[in-house]
């Protein structure tokens, strides 16, 4: 219920790549063929979403103690102290809710993750439908395995499956998560922080047309010089 539709939900996903300090996020969305990433634990599923990310991920401690705890959010407590991360980043999510979101999107969560400094992979995976099952929480399997990095790389990605609601990347609400987006890059790309890389069933869409044009609709615009003083 805090995750009002699958936009707000998406959205949520990329503030939790932007806090993580990454330096960018793609995202690929099929709303009718199955992911064809190794090691899946669930196959054979309709649509999926991969959200990916060079951020700082997380290790084994990170995913038991906090991802897996709904009402922990390290976030909420760094705001109230005025902190922000290495990259002197505010954060941007809350409440804890990127995790809930993919509950939102698809019934599968697929989570590779694993940071700089060690040469493990953490591989979560479950089922949401199982959690609203007669019994009790500790009991539904997240399928963790953990296997060795192939590649100095860290970040997470989030390959959810089974959409709920496909067809909405493919309306109008396509078009308005297309917008939203935009609004979260710096207009400058010369000097951009974070970037945003979007593909929705094959095509690329590039959203710093879509920030020029959204620009160029402005009814006033102004120019100035600033001195150093």
Sequence with gaps: ????????????????????????????????????????????TKGHIIIEDNGHGMNYQDITSRWLFISVSHKREMKEKGKVTKKGRTPLGDKGLGRLSTQRLGHILEMFSCIENENKLHHVAFDWRHFTENNSLDNVNTNYHESQKATKKHGTKLIISDLRNADIWASQAGDKFRGQLSKLIFPFKESRPFNIYLNINGQPYDLDTINEKLRHQAISKYIFEFDGK
Excluded: Q
């Design 1 to 44: 219920e805090l995750v009002s539709d699958e936009l707000t939900a998406i959205m949520e996903l990329v503030k939790n790549a932007y806090d993580a300090d990454a330096d960018w996020v793609k995202i690929s969305i099929n709303t009718t063929e199955s992911p064809v990433e190794d090691d899946l634990i669930f196959k054979n």
